[in-house]
């Protein structure tokens, strides 16, 4: 069960902060757990987990490839692994690693890439992930999940820890907006409806949640009704979420921290087109590579503000006539 806030502003702590305290509550729980990592520990907050659990805690070095395959030959002994990296690295760069050594051989890794989309900012094109969930995506019988706040990655995280299989978990490092109570739960595999709506549906996750429900508010203020779903699971997606959407407000605007080809945008659009054919529009990365800059600046030049998810809300839904 999930509640969302009635006033959405930054959380308190990053992300990364979150992040290393549910990994230390797990392991506290479960000798089981352990982390590989490459080179970042200091960056995603585990520095303490490390001097912690320095039998549990692995420092890969910068080979991203091989972390994965020692994570898969971790879960073939009966651990439970998790590993973390920036989210390019996460993803371009141990591929074959993640269809071979995990999923094909259906072993249980748990990894996560951090820094996701454009909260890379100043790294740059090279560290900027807007293509890592399309990566996976095409990899069988791997689930990813995007936490939207601290308090969604804590649940998801205590969630996978007992789940078998190969999960790819995207976060931003920093510090993001609460969207979520305390003790919210949520269900893998289900979207969370956040505002109900009957005129245009809007379908994001992630870094652009916050950004989605100001844009609500706006077209709410100009006569416009928007339903606000929180798609945190991209695939295996919630297809009944998407079907409903568009049966019931026949207009579908999905807005996503990453390029729109084979990002959230094509996995809504390919249900739409064998369910329910509607109106659509794609906000996100728009097939380009990343760039240098403040976050807002990034949103700008790639049209991911709240007045281009707005515009896009209203020209979606006067198309529906």
Same mark, same amino acid.
């Given at each position: ?82 590993? *973390? ?14 269809? !071979? ?6 072993? /249980? ?13 100043? /790294?740059?094109?090279? *560290?900027?992930? !807007? ?8 990899? +069988? ?5 995007? +936490? ?87 695939? +295996? ?24 080809? /084979? ?43 709240? /007045? ?14």
């Amino acid at each position: 069960m999930y509640r969302v806030v009635k006033d959405i502003r930054p959380e308190e702590a990053e992300m990364r902060t979150a992040f290393a305290a549910t990994m230390d509550e797990l392991a506290a729980q479960d000798d089981s757990v352990v982390y590989f990592d490459c080179d970042v520990i200091n960056s995603i907050g585990m520095t303490g987990f490390s001097k912690k659990y320095p039998d549990r805690c692995v420092d890969c070095g910068i080979q991203e490839a091989n972390m994965i395959g020692v994570a898969a030959g971790a879960s073939a002994v009966g651990l439970k692994p998790f590993t *973390h990296t920036f989210g390019p690295f996460a993803a371009r760069r141990v591929i074959d690693q993640v269809y !071979i050594s995990a999923a094909y051989a259906k072993l /249980n890794v748990r990894m996560v890439g951090s820094d996701a989309g454009v909260t890379a900012s100043y /790294n740059g094109g090279t *560290h900027m992930p !807007i293509e890592d969930m399309g990566l996976l995506r095409a990899i +069988p019988e791997v689930t990813l999940l995007e +936490p939207t706040d601290s308090v969604m990655l804590a649940d998801l995280m205590r969630q996978t820890k007992d789940m078998y299989g190969v999960y790819y978990i995207r976060i931003t490092r920093k510090v993001t907006d609460r969207i979520f109570e305390e003790s919210s739960t949520f269900e893998i595999g289900k979207a969370a409806t956040l505002r109900d709506g009957s005129d245009v549906t809007l379908i994001t996750s992630g870094y652009c949640t916050s950004d989605t429900l100001k844009a609500a508010d706006v077209l709410a203020e100009q006569g416009i009704s928007a339903r606000v779903l929180n798609m945190f699971t991209w695939k +295996p997606i919630d297809k009944k979420a998407i079907r409903e959407a568009a049966e019931q407000t026949g207009a579908i605007v999905t807005i996503e921290n990453h390029n729109i080809v /084979n990002g959230l945008g094509s996995s809504v659009s390919e249900v739409v087109g064998e369910c329910c054919p509607v109106p659509m529009k794609r906000i996100g990365v728009p097939d380009v590579f990343g760039e240098v800059g403040s976050i807002d600046y990034l949103k700008q030049i790639f049209h991911m503000t709240v /007045n281009d998810i707005v515009c896009a809300a209203k020209e979606t839904f006067a198309r529906k006539s």
